[in-house]
């Protein structure tokens, strides 16, 4: 590829192709990807883990297959979130309470993207536990937004935004339970899809029946989201939600575009608050839409009950995940998480029952709502990217939120019934700050989804990523 492009700026589906023909090696890319990496993660902290030598030699293994012998991503370098198990590894799950865990296995999502031609080559920061939408931990430090490195680039799959955004990865492994990839795919300019529950594999997990907690991808563009989804699904009979029948070629839907016949828009879906700049943008994003022939109704559906339930069952997924560690390591562990692993423990089961009640409830309605409308579309955030030595959101346009889980009411409203949404970029803050809209649809719609989605980035700006990070000013 003499005279072209720096590898890293290739999109993943241009990688693979290059792949495929023999154009590149598995080990050129890993090379690249790493000579990224040296350039660029000093300044954001994205990614602190490296497995050079195992990237190395499943690189060179792969290279003695034919190309398209390799499996579907045919040698691509990934990244994969520090929450997830990779054998071999240092896994921390951002905690001190496992900082020199290295695990003997690795997540099944892990395999299944090695079975299919993926090579691990770091793993990205996240906050503990995943609590938070803000990454930074005690072991490795803050991620930092490419786009401003004085603010936060959202969590908890903040490492694998940054890493996408900055070109040091082609595809990343991120999870999603109140907000963890939308959130961070919004901050920082990229795509990022939270799949139905039971569609991609999770697991070995304390708590393998929550159907709160996913794993998703994150990419540049919806093409390369189409593509990281069929290296990822697949029956997985070890997880017990895990759907068999669910394989789709999501690159060929996708590739198709599609134009719904009704969609749904609310900024703030009855729930929330919403910062002027983030209801300012999304305005913008609905009237581009409107302007391209979309058909958008102003509605929402009925949520009552949805913030009691949803900091119950987090809770209760947080005391049976961690709440072993808690007795041993609570002095390792942060406020936030030890107060969310707490509530959960103090639970009772009248408490648990209301939740259950009202999670059936709401995704009742919302399958109702999504049974007159092909999608809902709302902010991806309801704040720009805050300043990074800021632990969370604490207030929104006169809003007081009582815990570091209220701001993410927009996002976890989506995950409680069950549903997928993706962050898609759609354009700039009045500060320059990467936007994002979430779309929203129904069970196992992914397919029209990443269609919809597809059709949409001819509407909004091209995405500018990658990027080199960007320091504030000068004074």
């Not at 991620?143 to 935004?161: C, E, H, M, V, Y």
């Not at 699904?233 to 789709?248: I, K, M, N, T, Y």
Request: charged share 20%.
């Amino acid at each position: 590829m003499s005279g072209s492009q720096p590898l890293w700026r290739l999109a993943a589906t241009d990688a693979v192709k290059h792949l495929l023909s023999g154009e590149v090696t598995p080990t050129e890319l890993v090379e690249a990807a790493y000579a990224r990496i040296e350039e660029v993660d000093g300044i954001v902290n994205a990614l602190p883990t490296r497995c050079v030598e195992r990237a190395q030699a499943r690189a060179a293994e792969l290279e003695k297959q034919a190309p398209d012998e390799r499996g579907l991503l045919a040698g691509l370098p990934i990244v994969i979130k520090d929450s997830m198990e990779v054998a071999g590894v240092r896994t921390t799950f951002g905690s001190r309470a496992f900082r020199e865990h290295v695990p003997a296995i690795s997540d099944y999502c892990v395999e299944r993207l090695e079975a299919n031609g993926g090579i691990v080559i770091a793993k990205s920061n996240t906050p503990e536990f995943e609590a938070g939408a803000n990454t930074f931990n005690d072991v490795f430090g803050a991620t930092l937004n490419p786009w401003d490195t004085r603010l936060t680039a959202g969590g908890s799959s903040g490492g694998s935004a940054v890493a996408i955004a900055t070109g040091m990865a082609w595809l990343a492994q991120g999870s999603d339970f109140a907000c963890s990839l939308r959130c961070p795919a919004s901050f920082c300019g990229v795509v990022g899809l939270r799949p139905t529950p039971g569609l991609l594999g999770r697991g070995p997990r304390p708590n393998p029946f929550d159907p709160l907690s996913v794993v998703g991808p994150m990419a540049r563009s919806v093409e390369d989201i189409a593509l990281a989804m069929e290296a990822m699904v697949g029956f997985e009979p070890r997880d017990p939600l895990s759907a068999p029948g669910a394989q789709s070629l999501f690159s060929k839907s996708s590739a198709k575009g599609t134009r719904p016949a009704r969609i749904s828009a609310s900024v703030d879906l009855g729930i929330t608050p919403v910062s002027r700049s983030v209801r300012a943008s999304f305005g913008e994003a609905v009237e581009r839409m409107r302007s391209a022939d979309f058909t958008i109704e102003p509605a929402a559906p009925v949520l009552d009950g949805l913030h009691e339930a949803f900091r119950t069952l987090r809770a209760a997924q947080f005391a049976i995940a961690w709440g072993e560690t808690l007795p041993r390591w609570q002095d390792d562990l942060r406020e936030a998480v030890r107060w969310n692993i707490e509530a959960g423990l103090k639970l009772t089961g009248a408490q648990i029952a209301d939740a259950e009640r009202i999670r059936a409830q709401l995704r009742k309605r919302m399958l109702s709502f999504l049974e007159h409308y092909d999608f809902l579309v709302t902010p991806s955030a309801i704040v720009p990217p805050f300043p990074i030595d800021q632990q969370f959101v604490t207030e929104c346009d006169g809003t007081a939120f009582p815990d570091y889980i209220g701001w993410m009411a927009i996002g976890y409203a989506v995950s409680i019934a069950g549903l997928p949404a993706l962050s898609l970029p759609c354009g700039k803050t009045s500060d320059g700050m990467p936007f994002a809209i979430q779309i929203i649809g129904a069970p196992y719609s992914e397919p029209t989804l990443l269609a919809f989605a597809h059709e949409l980035q001819n509407v909004f700006p091209p995405n500018l990523t990658p990027i080199d990070p960007r320091a504030p000013p000068a004074n």
